[in-house]
């Protein structure tokens, strides 16, 4: 059976695959993929069927040596990607060679690269999912130097394409796209306009679980708490500081704080590029 020997892992490298689906009720979150949509362009680009495990460096850093000859893709932030030494291309099917090196150097936009290799990289499964929850510490230990990582059996069906266009990724400032959340009446009429004309900032609390951004105040209506309840992608919750958390992949079930807005899940994917310092801007769906 090929496999990947990892040399280097960079700031964080995970397992990731579509997530762990339908557990909520037992307090266990989706995880899986941050963004959904490279991490399946990887898979497609070596004929994986939906689903296959893969790995997600965040900003790149991620370096491995094959075991056995091994067809991969890097997707994902644009960045320096490297087959022994040589140039290669992000989106295209990499052919690598028993003991090969493949290098994801960091990426000049984006935050978070993946690499997909046909087969899929074949841990075992917790609960249905090969995925790392770094908030719920469920799934495969994150990746580190020294790991070897086996890889399933190819699928029956060959790639069909050498390469695959993206699309274009944006650089400083990013437009996300929101409905106001289920408890936007928590907050006064100018702090939702605020939210919807201002600038906020990723900074550099921002993992998995979500994203601190840093931007005006946004006042509440009301005092008190809530309760808490469920939470999803995207969410903005607003804590007493002020200060908006971006829930991401690995965000908890509930929360208490309210949420004033939720990014719609087609823009989830550049909320999860967004690397510290990237400005964001909100613009209301109607």
Sequence with gaps: MAALEVLETGVLTTVQDAGRVGHASLG????GAADAVSYALAN?????PPGAAALEATLGGLRVRARGAVTAA???????VGVDGRAAAVNTVLHLRDGAELRVGVPDRGLRSYLAVRGGVSVPPVLGSRSTDTLAGLGPDRVTPGTVLPVGAPPPTPPVVDLAPDAAFPGHEVEL???LGPRHDWFTPDAVHTLLNGVYVVSDRTDRVGARLLGPPLPRARAGELPSEGM????LQIPHDGDPVLFLADHPVTGGYPVIAVVVSADLRWAAQARPGTRLRFRRLR
């Design 28 to 31: 266990v979150g989706r995880s």
């Design 232 to 235: 999803v992608p995207g969410a």
């Design 74 to 80: 890097v997707t994902g932030a644009p960045g320096p």
């Design 177 to 179: 796209r929101v409905v």
């Design 44 to 48: 497609r680009l070596v004929a994986n």
